[in-house]
């Protein structure tokens, strides 16, 4: 197995973004505020701050500052409390900090009665900075309202290096669609984090964005975790369509019942055992007689649980609304299964495809579809119901797409579908700040 050699990765936007941030928190307290303020907490908030999208960013933004002013209420209190217990307002070390630990229960006590359990830590580290700089002899007042000014400071800051870009041309009119496996994802791999965010980033900023694949939906769940795909995707080599965010299929091509019939009954005929999947009242049925062999009880055992997937066992085939069949079998009979059925006269009925079986060793399996049955058919008419354009495609295989995608590994797709989406222009001025 050859060895994959070590690239180290270019710095991203995040990273760039977060150096100029954190130089402007400093450029901030030294002209305005004479460096006499506390850039500590711009630069945390900064940290905080730059998010991968406008969403996040405003969500942390409104977080940190309640954060802070619950943790500066509380702090404050805790000063009003000891100025009035004790005459000079300075405590024995044992008091003050028998205080503080108690101060600390009752400010995280206050985000679950307020609700926002989520930001009890921030606000406690708020808290406990003040409690405790107290008696270190800071005036405690003035920390509280410059801590308070400076993360809102440096919020500010980080919202506006998040927003500001180069001028674009954002190509809303042009659906892109990728393939899965080996385009956008290295085979047997995950997404990687940048192409999770920047796809978020993109699609939240309007282009329209798909996948086509031959796997099923429940397979684009998973290996699209933490993506916000708004359209619906292409499934099963082209013989679906699914939503995604309503959870129901839009469109199918499924054989006649005729067709079905008779590629089963020559399955039956050479004794080959298969899976067959339907689409019926917005379900995926995937019907077997029995789990022939290995590679079969090993699809079954992993797949079988997935809400998304019913496994049916049937002692009789059913031909309606069958989308296609799955022949599993040990290598050397699915090839010589392959031949046979493409001797047959009717052959060109059906859409037919040989390849390795990814769940049993020197399996392989073949994939029959209706002759119908076509992934940029069905990317022409999500092209039309989304009133785009163009589309352009990603994929792996050389003469099928519009972008030949050869590296899977370092972005590819996200950094050409970026490219095209929204290319430098200065026409596009008024994106010079993202909204």
């Known amino acids: 197995m050859e060895k994959k050699k070590f690239r180290l990765p270019v710095p991203g936007q995040r990273i760039v973004r977060t150096v100029i941030a954190i130089e402007l928190c400093f450029a901030a307290d030294m002209w305005l505020r004479g460096g006499k303020g506390m850039p500590i907490f711009s630069t945390m908030a900064v940290l905080a701050g730059i998010q991968p999208s406008i969403k996040s960013m405003v969500r942390m933004a409104k977080e940190r500052v309640q954060s802070t002013l619950i943790g500066a209420f509380w702090g404050l209190a805790l000063i009003t409390v000891e100025l009035a217990l004790f005459e000079d307002g300075a405590p024995s070390d044992w008091a003050h900090y028998l205080l503080v630990a108690l101060f ?109 694949t031959r796997a099923s939906q429940t397979t684009v769940r998973q290996l699209m975790e933490g993506v916000d795909l708004r359209l619906p995707i292409i499934t099963l080599s082209g013989a679906a369509m699914y939503d995604l965010k309503n959870e129901q299929y839009v469109h199918t091509t499924p054989m006649s019942p005729e067709k079905a019939r008779r590629i089963m009954q020559w399955a039956r005929e050479q004794d080959l055992p298969f899976f067959y999947s339907s689409i019926r009242d917005n379900m995926l049925i995937i019907r077997y007689r029995e789990l022939a062999n290995d590679a079969m009880r090993i699809a079954w055992e992993q797949r079988h649980r997935s809400v998304y997937r019913n496994y049916v066992q049937s002692g009789e085939d059913v031909y309606e609304d069958v989308v296609y069949l799955a022949v599993v079998d040990s290598t050397e009979r699915i090839g010589r299964a392959h031949a046979a059925l493409r001797a047959q006269s009717w052959a060109d009925q059906y859409q037919i495809t040989m390849e390795k079986y990814s769940f049993g060793e020197g399996c392989s399996t073949l994939r029959i579809y209706d002759s119908a049955v076509s992934w940029k058919a069905m990317v022409e008419l999500l092209r039309v119901q989304m009133g785009a354009k163009q589309a352009v495609t990603f994929g792996s295989v050389p003469g099928q797409y519009d972008v030949l995608i050869q590296d899977a590994d370092r972005n590819t797709v996200v950094k050409q579908f970026r490219r095209r989406f929204e290319p430098v222009d200065i026409r596009g001025w008024r994106t010079i700040l993202r909204r």
Do not use: C
Request: net charge neutral.
């Open 104 to 212: 600390t229960g009752v400010t995280i006590w206050s985000t679950v009665v307020l609700r926002v359990t989520g930001m009890a830590n921030l606000a406690a580290v708020v808290f406990l900075s003040i409690g405790i700089n107290h008696i270190q002899g800071v005036n405690a007042y003035t920390y509280a309202f410059n801590r308070l000014l400076d993360t809102v400071i440096g919020l500010l800051i980080a919202e506006l290096v998040n927003r500001v870009q180069l001028p674009r041309v954002h190509k809303t009119d042009t659906l892109f669609v990728s393939g899965l496996g080996t385009t956008i994802m290295p085979e047997g791999s995950t997404l990687s984090p940048y192409s999770k965010v920047e796809l978020n980033r993109l699609i939240e900023d309007g282009a329209l964005f798909t996948i086509s």
